[in-house]
């Protein structure tokens, strides 16, 4: 297992395995999913909806290493800075720095 010294040093690694845009893409709907489902247990204070978030968060993500990156998930040895990475990616594909 690789060992990284910060997060900056990670976060080349995380996109090299993200290279595939349909794994990309899982990822970003999944980000989304968690998003409205926060909002939604914010908003009706019903816990089920967080209880649901990690369920489409790394379902989607997963699904996207499993089928279409062909390779095991960052999550496994590295879950702290790769959920970071999932929100930065999110992040520059919101702003339209990497591709969706």
């Not at 990670?10 to 993200?18: K, W």
């Not at 999550?75 to 520059?92: A, E, I, R, V």
Request: charged share 15%.
């Amino acid at each position: 297992m690789t060992k990284f010294d910060s997060f900056n040093d990670f976060y080349p690694y995380y996109l090299q395995e993200h290279k595939n845009r349909t794994c990309r893409r899982l990822h970003f709907i999944g980000s989304v999913l968690v998003l409205l489902l926060l909002l939604s247990g914010i908003i009706t204070g019903n816990s089920s909806y967080f209880i649901m978030t990690p369920i489409a968060g790394y379902g989607f993500a997963w699904v996207g290493h499993f089928f279409f990156e062909n390779n095991r998930p960052a999550t496994f040895k590295h879950p702290l800075y790769s959920f970071m990475g999932d929100w930065k990616m999110f992040g520059q594909t919101l702003t339209g720095r990497l591709r969706f």
